[in-house]
């Protein structure tokens, strides 16, 4: 487990770089997270895809994977992989601050 300090809150991680608990994340961090992930700026078409993402969670309990963010959020997958080129449901989840989706490797 790692620590990410945020604003001065200390975010227990795993060590691929999920929350412990998604339950500390908030919109603000966000930036921070986007930026250590490569991603300078959020667009409202990345804040699109983490409040789906939350919204996932929230409702499920896990992340959707790739197909379902593709088939569901209203963003097609071209658009995730150039939003989110590391992998869309895997960063967008660690930005989101949720654990990572069923599926992602």
Known sequence: MTTLTIDGVDIARTEDGFFVDPSVWREEMAATIAKSEGIDELTPRHWEV?????????????????RVLGKVSGVPIKELYQLFPKGPAKQAAKIAGIPKPIGCI
């Open 50 to 66: 983490i409040r789906f993402m939350r919204a996932q969670f929230e409702e499920k309990g896990a992340g959707p994977s790739v």
